[in-house]
């Protein structure tokens, strides 16, 4: 799919996916997951209804494989 920058819309809204300024890049993100202020996630596997926020953490991009429920704070 390659990268998908804030804004462009490819049906994540449909599927109760939330976004809030991230750069999807190669990733696959099931449905009912919230991405929130995480710069770039790149190489990735989110599963259902999982919630990933960025805490004090700086990095620029990260790499994930979480489970179905998770609740990870970066």
């Known amino acids: 799919m390659g990268r ?3 804004g462009l819309s490819l049906g994540w809204e449909g599927m ?8 999807i890049d190669h990733s ?3 449905e009912s997951s919230h991405i929130l202020k995480i710069e770039r996630l790149a190489d990735s ?6 919630e ?6 700086n990095f620029k991009a990260v790499r994930l494989f ?8 970066l």
């Open 52 to 57: 990933v926020v960025k805490g004090q953490q």
């Open 45 to 50: 596997v989110i599963g259902r209804g999982t």
């Open 4 to 6: 998908l920058p804030l």
């Open 66 to 73: 979480i489970g179905d429920d998770a609740k990870v704070e």
């Open 28 to 30: 696959v993100i099931l």
């Open 16 to 23: 109760g996916v939330a976004l809030s300024p991230t750069l």
